[in-house]
């Protein structure tokens, strides 16, 4: 109940359920009653990766994590962290504040072209450093009228993708909008084509396009470059669904109200995230069960789906993680073990 209650905290400016839209689309069956449990200590765990904390400073929740050649960067809180391969604090990238190379507030960043590139989503702005974290230049967005939540570049490179703030002076921005190299506006989707309340992190690049999932939604989406947005997958979670329409309504708010009673918590599947995609599988986190977290792995030739849950390997129970992407076909999980790491996760790589 803590988990959805953090969550629902953590995103309190959204307020409208799933949408989805016609097309062709695959309908992934998910049986959340038949899963595999991995124990951190069996041989499925390929390498183990605990971070190490700056100066006693708990790194938390870890919000994206990307990895380039030997480096290892995470923003955790308010700012944006390197790392050596086995963990070793590496140091910062920018610092808060309003000077140069600064940001107010991070929301989000990606690596181009061997450089970090930092999102300040209230300095509207982004920020660009060398992989040593030193600050290069910065683009102000505000001429362009963009209030960036989510920015991420197609694998091609010429082009981003981002998702518009929600709130405010911007209702009425678009949803989704395609920029060029200047970071310009090129083209844009209307503004309710589908709810727009998302996750901190709601965008995967996968070959000519974007993906991207929202909150309390089993759809996941397609950006393409003309910021077309197509329903690509379903996750069918069957009677475990959440109901789509509360009392009537599609009210996000209401909508996490209705999940945070008890007996639905255990009742229902939810929170899709985490969502990654290769030639071979499609994985994706969920919650269910008193926040229980789930991997689920989509086999694209056979059509199967299989869940996972990780344990931890003393007190046998399911561990919850912050964040995970992947690498080849395993997985990379950042996770804390209660009484062991709470505030500093370990990264663990994963072989199904």
């Known amino acids: 109940?803590?988990?959805?209650?953090?969550?629902?905290?953590?995103?309190?400016?959204?307020?409208?359920?799933?949408?989805?839209?016609?097309?062709?689309?695959?309908?992934?069956?998910?049986?959340?009653?038949?899963?595999?449990?991995?124990?951190?200590?069996?041989?499925?765990?390929?390498?183990?990766?605990?971070?190490?904390?700056?100066?006693?400073?708990?790194?938390?929740?870890?919000?994206?994590?990307?990895?380039?050649?030997?480096t290892i960067l995470v923003w955790s809180k308010d700012m944006l962290t390197r790392y050596n391969r086995a963990g070793l604090w590496l140091g910062s990238v920018g610092?808060?504040?309003?000077?140069?190379?600064?940001?107010?507030?991070?929301?989000?960043?990606?690596?181009?072209?061997?450089?970090i590139y930092v999102n300040d989503y209230q300095g509207r702005k982004i920020l660009s450093y060398t992989m040593d974290g030193e600050f290069v230049a910065e683009q102000n967005l505000s001429p362009n009228g963009l209030m960036v939540n989510n920015i991420e570049p197609f694998e091609s490179g010429e082009l981003y993708a981002t998702r518009d703030?929600?709130?405010?002076?911007?209702r009425d921005a678009p949803l989704i909008s395609i920029l060029d190299m200047n970071f310009d506006r090129v083209t844009h989707s209307s503004r309710n084509e589908i709810s727009g309340y998302s996750l901190p992190e709601s965008f995967f690049p996968y070959k000519d396009m974007v993906l991207y999932w929202e909150m309390l939604c089993d759809t996941i989406f397609s950006v393409d470059k003309q910021a077309n947005i197509q329903s690509r997958y379903l996750a069918d979670f069957g009677d475990y669904a959440l109901p789509p329409v509360i009392e009537g309504s599609t009210d996000l708010f209401l909508r996490?109200?209705?999940?945070?009673?008890?007996?639905?918590?255990?009742?229902?599947?939810?929170?899709?995230?985490?969502?990654?995609?290769?030639?071979?599988?499609?994985?994706?986190?969920?919650?269910?069960?008193?926040?229980?977290?789930?991997?689920?792995?989509?086999?694209?030739?056979?059509?199967r789906c299989k869940s996972y849950i990780i344990a931890d390997p003393d007190k046998g129970i399911a561990l919850r993680f912050s964040y995970m992407l992947m690498i080849d076909d395993d997985v990379l999980v950042a996770l804390t073990r209660p009484g062991v790491n709470e505030d500093n996760p370990v990264l663990f790589r994963i072989r199904f």
Do not use: W
């Open 256 to 303: 996490f109200q209705y999940l945070n009673i008890p007996y639905n918590i255990e009742r229902y599947a939810s929170m899709i995230s985490n969502i990654r995609e290769s030639d071979r599988y499609l994985i994706f986190s969920y919650l269910y069960g008193h926040s229980k977290q789930f991997i689920a792995r989509y086999d694209k030739q056979s059509r």
């Open 165 to 170: 703030t929600y709130r405010g002076d911007e």
């Open 95 to 115: 610092r808060k504040g309003s000077g140069q190379g600064e940001y107010l507030g991070i929301n989000g960043f990606y690596i181009k072209d061997g450089k």
């Open 1 to 70: 109940m803590k988990k959805f209650i953090s969550i629902f905290v953590l995103t309190a400016f959204c307020a409208a359920g799933c949408k989805t839209n016609t097309g062709k689309f695959t309908v992934i069956p998910v049986d959340v009653n038949n899963y595999s449990q991995i124990t951190l200590n069996s041989s499925q765990v390929l390498e183990m990766i605990p971070l190490e904390a700056n100066e006693g400073n708990p790194i938390g929740n870890i919000y994206s994590l990307k990895i380039f050649r030997d």
